[in-house]
């Protein structure tokens, strides 16, 4: 699909996106419902916003895959959507009604993922590892549930970072962006098609979202978007074996590290369950660590909490696309997606253990930050440590 047959679908998609997020907005403003629970351990802002962002997404898709698409892409989009449905309806109870957990909310993708399996052959059978992908093309049970993990597991880690203002829309978008120029290259005409709706539907949707965060995804949004990403992947590697699954890990690295990572944290570190909701995660480091100052040194109007809340997700953002880019770059060359993607982690790891003992980088700091810093090492120099605490 060359640049000037994509703008039409982007640009009608993005269009159709922005109308009905508008809608949404109103209609809950409206009735009152569904606003963001702004009390809970993980919630980053005070102010009203619904979280039915999922909504207008899904519905932009689909109006896009029925109006946009020519006959021969258009039953496989509607079929990736109806294999979608219970993820997104899991979500969406949960939105209305708190009604759904975590757990029910991953097997619902699982199933979604076991759907694709049967109708779209969405079947993972290679990950580039001899003695892993024997298993896979022998043990077809073995396949069936490592693919639903794998999907599973995306959807869930999209979720995972949605606490911050235009975070994990920007990424999905980062993502599909990343999926569209890889599918072109190996004439994979299907996968490059819905890349671009979907692409096309959270522009619309993060015209709202960031930076002042009038709506958000929710869980309907999120899981349907990570499930989408996952099967995705799968799509494009099943259908074209010349690209690498190491491509697609590492276009997703950020959200599926920080969840292997957090899960690691919680069950060996801190000893309670995988699921526990908790406030370290990398995002929300980085936002007490390098940004959350801004409200008090920076902005002081009404705005600087939303302002700041947004910084957050621009430094991610930044570490999204450090490791999409080479992703991108060396689609097809295993080796050193396998070595890039063991620098992703480690990176990971040693900015969290910055962030978390209290050594942020300087060269992360904002201006302002970076000035008290550099004033508070000068005062440590002069007087010695510990003399602004004795002060007090």
């Not at 802002?45 to 006959?71: K, N, T």
């Amino acid at each position: 699909m060359f640049p000037s047959q994509a703008a039409l679908p982007l640009a009608a998609t993005a269009a159709l996106s922005l109308l009905l997020t508008a809608l949404t907005i109103l209609a809950c403003r409206r009735f009152g419902i569904v606003a963001d629970r702004a009390n809970s351990v993980q919630s980053v802002h005070r102010h009203w916003a619904p979280r039915m962002g999922g909504l207008p997404v899904f519905l932009s898709l689909l109006a896009g895959c029925l109006w946009l698409l020519p006959d021969s892409e258009r039953d496989f989009a509607l079929l990736l959507l109806l294999c979608s449905l219970p993820a997104f309806v899991a979500g969406f109870i949960e939105d209305l009604w708190d009604r759904v957990g975590p757990r029910a909310r991953l097997i619902a993708t699982f199933v979604a993922a076991w759907c694709a399996w049967f109708l779209l052959d969405g079947e993972l059978r290679s990950v580039a590892l001899p003695g892993f992908d024997w298993l896979l093309q022998n043990w077809t049970w073995f396949a069936f549930l490592f693919t639903a993990f794998a999907v599973g597991g995306v959807a869930h880690s999209v979720n995972i970072i949605d606490g911050f203002n235009g975070l994990s829309g920007t990424f999905c978008a980062i993502c599909f962006a990343a999926y569209y120029l890889v599918a072109g290259q190996v004439g994979d005409t299907l996968v490059q098609a819905l890349a671009l709706l979907y692409l096309g539907a959270l522009v619309g949707f993060l015209v709202f979202n960031f930076p002042y965060g009038r709506i958000f995804l929710g869980d309907a949004g999120a899981y349907f978007l990570g499930f989408s990403l996952g099967e995705l992947s799968v799509l494009l590697v099943a259908r074209n074996p010349e690209v690498s699954p190491w491509f697609c890990f590492l276009v997703m690295a950020y959200p599926i590290w920080d969840t292997l990572f957090s899960s690691w944290r919680r069950e060996v570190v801190r000893g309670v369950r995988w699921s526990a909701a908790d406030a370290l995660h990398l995002h929300h480091l980085i936002y007490r660590r390098l940004v959350r100052s801004v409200e008090r040194e920076v902005w002081r109007s009404t705005h600087s909490e939303v302002l700041a809340n947004s910084i957050t997700s621009v430094y991610l953002w930044g570490l999204a696309l450090l490791s999409a880019v080479p992703a991108v770059l060396f689609w097809n060359n295993t080796p050193l997606l396998l070595a890039l993607s063991a620098l992703f982690c480690l990176t990971y790891g040693l900015l969290y253990r910055r962030l978390v003992t209290f050594r942020a980088p300087t060269s992360l700091l904002l201006p302002s930050r970076r000035k008290s810093a550099h004033l508070r090492r000068r005062h440590r120099e002069l007087h010695g440590p510990g003399s602004h605490r004795r002060r007090r």
